[in-house]
């Protein structure tokens, strides 16, 4: 995980150690610290599906718009999966869904609408 430039808080998001998330975001670890692709441990836990250790990064203070090195959010990403259970935690978080990738401006509400997962009115 160290090439991919992983501290120890990204690892258990994206294995979904919600005890660990926990107390590596209380203790230590920066939430929003980013890896070699700019990703922070909610955009990994966003990725994989992985609610509840979603919910205690935005807990802890998480950026729900930070944004990768290609433009992506964490809401984008759950957006792209059709992971309603995330787009609608982070919408109520605050999360913005008209934020557009890098490459094709394309936002959450763009894949969510193209994926067919996830209605438009999950966003509003």
């Known amino acids: 995980m160290a090439a ?4 120890e808080l990204h690892v258990a998001a994206a294995f979904d150690r919600q005890e660990e998330v926990e107390r590596l975001s209380k203790e230590r ?3 929003d610290c980013r890896d070699k692709e700019g990703r922070t441990a909610l955009h990994l836990a966003a990725s994989k599906g992985h609610l509840g250790s979603a919910k205690v990064l935005v807990g802890a203070g998480a950026s729900v718009d930070a944004r990768s090195k290609d433009g992506r959010t964490a809401l984008y990403r759950a957006a792209a999966n059709g992971d309603r ?3 609608e935690m982070l919408v109520g978080a605050g999360a913005d869904p008209t934020i557009g990738d890098v490459d094709y401006c394309r ?3 763009d894949v969510a609408r193209d994926k067919g997962q996830v209605s438009d ?3 509003y």
């Open 121 to 123: 009115s999950t966003f």
């Open 107 to 109: 936002s959450a509400i």
């Open 29 to 31: 670890e920066a939430v």
């Open 85 to 87: 259970a995330i787009v």
């Open 4 to 7: 991919k430039g992983w501290t």
